[in-house]
């Protein structure tokens, strides 16, 4: 699915990533652990196609394809999703008229007839059950007024409905509540088929209960230092990162 | 880079799609302003001599006078000797005033107005003005059942004298400004409209202006007077070819609104904005006023301005009438180097007189768009209302956007709002649009578009869905 070699990234002039090797198969669940500053926001920005970051080596393969050389929109359609740490307020923007235009956006470059309102509601209503999201709140403006938690499960609903094949999860448990968390948690899994896949990113272990990834990936200044199974983020909630700072020699 | 200058002109002017010139006959009378130019016009128009006085009069002021200064605006300077203020596509004609050049049909089809009656948009009835004279009004018959009149001015001031002899320069003198004299000195053709005591306009009355002969001005003149419990919803549309020349469009639109009457006067303003580097383009210099006389009367000004070079006009209202109500409802957009310096006056001077403000400007690229508007109260005007909200929206770093709100109270009855926000698409906003798959000039459209719907929803239906996808191509290219 996804291939990532030897990528480094700058901001600013700044190395932030310095030399990733990520590979993540149909079907698998990857969390990606670190602290603050690691580089672990930039490693989902620069997935992306964030224009505020420079990729000055290496590539980026998904299904085949040079992600690189794709623009933002193109990645999406392609079928790679980002939840945001903050998602943005759209003011004057509806959910609704959102929603559509990102959705026939998508359709059009598959070749496809844009979706009509009536069926595009139906859809809208379907979704919105799997992140028990207010209709109130799809009839507003996007993500303005949204509550914290609001916003989070917003994401998740704008990932049901345009059902991507990769989606990455940046902090999506920061700022929940124990139910808010379980909600978007559950709300994922639903989503999970044997042919989608998902990055995660996260300090926490409560959200990696709910998702059971498969594979742990440590990242401490821009380079992906540990791998291994679940249990890589249990020893981490008890036991912090410093050793794994001795055990790499940093 | 020579070459990629080029292409991004190329690319800019694409976006204008009426910039189109027809060839047809057209006689123009030779470039200058003068007294016997004034007397040329008005004779070639085969005018009395009452209108022949009152051209003279406001020449003969004009020339006493210098353009206003104070706008918010760079203009450039004005060689009104260098100007031809009669051009007449109708030329070709051979005197049957029936027919009509296919030239002329054929350019109105382009712009998506269909002068034959069968192929009309469904309930509007279009006069079309080509440079200075009117081409053709449709479903003029249909209208006269009503006794509504509809027709070009110059028709009417040949077919009801009394009617245009009686309202012309009642609600804008020729004494208001610089521009509105000039204009009365040489106005060549716009619409008027009468509507009879009681009666509800059965369809929508549009008028197209469409400027296409070189070096000419367009002096546009229209005229509504809805009487007594009368209704209208008026729209206006205008285009104009490209040129690298200014060209000048100096209008005077006159509305009276009697007792229990409504009028809606809606306009989406797209003349030739200019190319991306700030060369041509229409100066639409404009005066737009109101008179609300009648008590409980209503008049609505709606305008999406998204063309010209320089945009200057304030379409006012006279609120007169006890317990009148008026709105303005306006987005402006500028873009690459366009100006607009627009807003609106209400002077309230009848008790419990009521109006509204709602002024979204949007600008991007290197424009310069201010909302100047006057919220007036006279002494007599006890229980007089205002809100105005005034919001801006800034695409880039490079643009300006200002507010200009003046207010004159003298009545300690009354009560004055004003609200004013700017805000900026920001990079994370369209960032978000593009990672859900929105590119960034539709992502742009949908954010514009949300801005200004509190506008747009005022459009009736057709022209509403026009105005949106105009949003969206006035700002092409203007991020990222």
């Given at each position: 699915?996804l291939?990532i070699?030897n990528?480094?990234?700058?901001i600013?002039?700044?190395?932030?990533?310095?030399?990733?090797?990520?590979?993540?198969?149909?079907?698998e669940?990857h969390?990606?652990m670190?602290?603050?500053?690691?580089?672990?926001?930039?490693?989902s920005?620069?997935?992306?196609g964030?224009?505020?970051?420079?990729?000055?080596e290496g590539e980026?393969?998904?299904?085949?394809?040079d992600?690189l050389k794709?623009?933002?929109?193109e990645?999406?359609?392609?079928?790679?999703f980002?939840?945001f740490?903050?998602?943005?307020?759209?003011?004057?923007?509806s959910?609704?008229?959102f929603m559509?235009a990102?959705l026939?956006?998508k359709?059009?470059?598959?070749?496809?007839?844009?979706?009509?309102a009536?069926?595009?509601?139906?859809?809208?209503?379907?979704?919105?059950k799997?992140?028990?999201?207010?209709?109130?709140?799809?009839s507003?403006?996007?993500?303005?007024g949204?509550?914290?938690?609001?916003?989070?499960?917003n994401?998740i609903?704008?990932?049901?409905?345009?059902?991507?094949?990769?989606s990455?999860?940046d902090?999506?448990d920061?700022?929940l509540?124990v139910?808010?968390?379980?909600?978007?948690?559950?709300?994922?899994?639903?989503?999970?088929?044997?042919q989608?896949s998902?990055?995660v990113?996260?300090?926490?272990?409560?959200?990696?209960?709910?998702l059971?990834p498969?594979?742990?990936?440590?990242l401490?200044g821009?380079?992906i230092?540990?791998?291994?199974?679940p249990?890589?983020?249990?020893e981490?909630?008890n036991?912090?990162?410093d050793?794994?700072?001795e055990?790499v020699g940093l | 880079?020579e070459?990629?200058n080029?292409?991004?002109r190329?690319v800019?002017?694409?976006?204008?799609q009426?910039?189109?010139t027809?060839?047809v006959?057209?006689e123009?009378?030779?470039?200058?302003?003068s007294?016997?130019?004034?007397?040329l016009?008005?004779?070639?128009?085969?005018?009395?001599d009452?209108?022949?006085e009152?051209?003279?009069k406001?020449?003969?002021y004009?020339?006493?006078?210098?353009?206003p200064?104070?706008g918010?605006?760079?203009m450039?300077?004005?060689?009104?000797?260098?100007?031809s203020?009669?051009?007449?596509p109708t030329a070709?004609?051979?005197?049957?005033?029936?027919?009509?050049?296919?030239?002329l049909?054929?350019?109105f089809d382009k712009l998506?107005?269909p002068?034959?009656?069968?192929?009309?948009l469904?309930?509007?009835?279009?006069?079309?003005?080509?440079?200075s004279v009117?081409?053709?009004?449709t479903f003029?018959?249909?209208?006269?059942?009503?006794?509504?009149?509809?027709?070009s001015?110059?028709?009417?001031?040949?077919e009801?004298?009394?009617?245009?002899?009686?309202?012309?320069?009642?609600?804008v003198?020729?004494?208001?400004?610089?521009?509105?004299?000039?204009?009365?000195?040489v106005?060549?053709?716009?619409?008027?409209?009468y509507?009879?005591?009681g009666?509800?306009?059965?369809?929508?009355?549009?008028?197209?202006?469409?400027?296409?002969?070189?070096?000419?001005?367009?002096f546009?003149?229209?005229l509504?007077?809805?009487d007594?419990?009368a209704?209208?919803?008026?729209?206006?549309?205008?285009?104009?070819?490209m040129?690298?020349?200014?060209?000048?469009h100096?209008?005077i639109?006159?509305?009276?609104?009697k007792?229990?009457?409504?009028?809606k006067?809606?306009?989406?303003?797209?003349?030739?904005p200019?190319?991306s580097?700030g060369k041509g383009?229409v100066?639409?210099?404009?005066?737009?006023?109101?008179?609300?006389r009648g008590?409980?009367s209503?008049?609505?000004?709606t305008?999406?301005?998204t063309?010209?070079?320089?945009?200057?006009?304030?379409?006012?209202?006279?609120?007169?009438?006890?317990g009148?109500?008026?709105?303005?409802y306006?987005?402006?957009v500028?873009?690459n180097?366009q100006?607009?310096?627009?807003?609106?006056?209400?002077?309230?001077?009848?008790?419990n007189t009521?109006?509204?403000?709602?002024?979204?400007?949007?600008?991007?690229?290197?424009?310069?768009?201010?909302?100047?508007?006057?919220?007036?109260?006279?002494?007599?005007a006890d229980?007089?209302r205002?809100?105005?909200?005034?919001?801006?929206l800034l695409?880039?770093?490079?643009c300006?956007?200002?507010?200009?709100p003046y207010?004159?109270?003298?009545?300690?009855?009354?009560?004055?709002?004003?609200e004013?926000?700017?805000?900026?698409?920001?990079e994370?906003?369209l960032?978000?649009?593009?990672?859900?798959?929105?590119n960034?000039e539709e992502?742009?459209?949908?954010i514009?578009?949300?801005?200004?719907?509190?506008?747009?929803?005022?459009?009736?239906?057709?022209?509403?869905?026009e105005?949106?996808k105009?949003?969206g191509v006035?700002?092409?290219g203007?991020?990222?």
């Amino acid at each position: 699915m996804l291939q990532i070699n030897n990528l480094h990234a700058t901001i600013n002039g700044k190395e932030i990533l310095k030399g990733i090797n990520l590979t993540v198969k149909d079907g698998e669940v990857h969390a990606i652990m670190g602290l603050n500053g690691a580089g672990k926001s930039t490693l989902s920005n620069v997935i992306v196609g964030h224009p505020a970051y420079e990729v000055t080596e290496g590539e980026i393969i998904f299904n085949g394809k040079d992600l690189l050389k794709m623009a933002p929109e193109e990645r999406a359609h392609e079928g790679i999703f980002l939840s945001f740490q903050q998602p943005v307020e759209i003011p004057g923007v509806s959910m609704v008229n959102f929603m559509r235009a990102a959705l026939n956006a998508k359709r059009q470059y598959k070749g496809e007839e844009p979706l009509s309102a009536g069926d595009f509601l139906k859809l809208m209503r379907e979704k919105r059950k799997i992140v028990e999201l207010d209709s109130r709140l799809t009839s507003r403006s996007v993500n303005e007024g949204f509550s914290g938690g609001e916003k989070k499960r917003n994401e998740i609903f704008q990932m049901a409905m345009l059902e991507p094949t990769f989606s990455i999860l940046d902090e999506t448990d920061s700022g929940l509540d124990v139910d808010a968390l379980r909600i978007v948690a559950e709300g994922f899994n639903k989503l999970r088929t044997p042919q989608t896949s998902a990055l995660v990113i996260t300090h926490y272990q409560r959200l990696l209960d709910y998702l059971k990834p498969d594979i742990i990936h440590v990242l401490i200044g821009g380079m992906i230092v540990k791998t291994a199974g679940p249990e890589l983020a249990l020893e981490i909630e008890n036991r912090g990162f410093d050793w794994i700072k001795e055990e790499v020699g940093l | 880079m020579e070459e990629k200058n080029e292409f991004v002109r190329e690319v800019a002017e694409k976006k204008y799609q009426y910039g189109f010139t027809t060839d047809v006959q057209t006689e123009v009378i030779d470039k200058g302003l003068s007294e016997d130019v004034v007397r040329l016009i008005s004779q070639k128009k085969g005018e009395p001599d009452w209108l022949l006085e009152f051209r003279l009069k406001a020449f003969r002021y004009w020339q006493t006078q210098e353009a206003p200064t104070w706008g918010h605006l760079k203009m450039p300077e004005i060689d009104y000797q260098d100007i031809s203020y009669y051009a007449n596509p109708t030329a070709g004609n051979s005197g049957n005033s029936g027919e009509i050049d296919p030239e002329l049909m054929k350019t109105f089809d382009k712009l998506g107005i269909p002068l034959e009656e069968r192929l009309a948009l469904s309930g509007t009835a279009v006069d079309a003005v080509m440079d200075s004279v009117s081409v053709k009004t449709t479903f003029r018959e249909k209208l006269k059942e009503k006794g509504i009149i509809f027709c070009s001015i110059s028709e009417a001031v040949k077919e009801h004298p009394e009617l245009v002899r009686e309202y012309l320069g009642s609600v804008v003198p020729y004494r208001d400004n610089f521009f509105a004299a000039l204009n009365s000195a040489v106005f060549s053709d716009g619409s008027f409209v009468y509507i009879p005591k009681g009666v509800r306009c059965p369809m929508e009355l549009s008028t197209y202006f469409r400027i296409n002969a070189r070096g000419t001005g367009q002096f546009e003149r229209t005229l509504i007077v809805c009487d007594d419990d009368a209704y209208v919803s008026y729209l206006e549309g205008c285009t104009a070819p490209m040129r690298d020349e200014n060209q000048l469009h100096a209008a005077i639109v006159e509305i009276v609104v009697k007792e229990n009457a409504e009028v809606k006067y809606s306009t989406v303003q797209n003349w030739y904005p200019g190319d991306s580097e700030g060369k041509g383009g229409v100066l639409n210099l404009v005066t737009k006023r109101g008179h609300l006389r009648g008590r409980n009367s209503r008049l609505s000004w709606t305008q999406v301005e998204t063309g010209s070079a320089i945009t200057w006009k304030y379409p006012s209202c006279v609120l007169s009438g006890e317990g009148s109500q008026a709105e303005f409802y306006s987005v402006a957009v500028t873009n690459n180097y366009q100006q607009a310096d627009t807003g609106t006056k209400m002077i309230h001077i009848g008790k419990n007189t009521k109006s509204t403000i709602i002024s979204k400007g949007i600008s991007a690229g290197k424009s310069q768009n201010a909302y100047r508007g006057l919220v007036k109260v006279a002494k007599t005007a006890d229980n007089a209302r205002n809100y105005s909200s005034c919001d801006s929206l800034l695409l880039g770093s490079k643009c300006g956007a200002h507010t200009f709100p003046y207010m004159d109270v003298h009545n300690n009855t009354a009560v004055v709002e004003h609200e004013a926000t700017t805000s900026k698409i920001s990079e994370d906003q369209l960032f978000y649009c593009n990672q859900r798959g929105i590119n960034t000039e539709e992502a742009v459209s949908l954010i514009v578009n949300g801005y200004a719907k509190e506008v747009i929803n005022k459009l009736p239906m057709e022209f509403a869905v026009e105005a949106q996808k105009l949003l969206g191509v006035s700002l092409e290219g203007s991020v990222g």
